[in-house]
């Protein structure tokens, strides 16, 4: 299938799909013209892409794990490699939660105290 077909059936961008292929997610062949041409399952690596960026892995990780990831559903192969990217990956979306959450909590506090700070002017 040709790249605008692809596009058609997934609702990616050709330029999105090109990207993917820049960084080694879509291995398009190419015919005598030069086109790409895609494998019939690539809609379903394209989902399977989609999916991954949406989880928030990079498209390192991705490119890492998209050989674990066979047959036309969401599934991936439990390869060492599969489970060792998604348990660096959690462990650092905790990490991150945690930030988030000392950085709420600072703006919260520093909210209040102007809060108070503006009350007791006005008390004034």
Do not use: K, W
């Not at 993917?20 to 394209?46: H, I, S």
């Not at 989880?55 to 060792?84: F, H, K, Q, W, Y």
């Amino acid at each position: 299938m040709l790249i605008g077909e692809l596009s058609r059936q997934t609702g990616v961008p050709h330029r999105l799909l090109r990207y993917y292929e820049e960084q080694g997610l879509l291995c398009p062949e190419r015919d005598g013209n030069g086109y790409r041409v895609y494998a019939v399952d690539a809609p379903y690596v394209v989902a399977r892409i989609r999916g991954m960026l949406a989880a928030g892995l990079s498209t390192d990780a991705i490119r890492e794990m998209l050989p674990c990831a066979t047959g036309a559903g969401p599934g991936i192969e439990p390869c060492p490699e599969v489970l060792r990217t998604m348990a660096e990956r959690l462990e650092r979306m905790d990490t991150d939660i945690a930030e988030l959450r000392r950085r709420r909590a600072a703006l919260a506090a520093f909210r209040d105290a102007t809060q108070a700070r503006r009350e007791g002017a006005d008390a004034r």
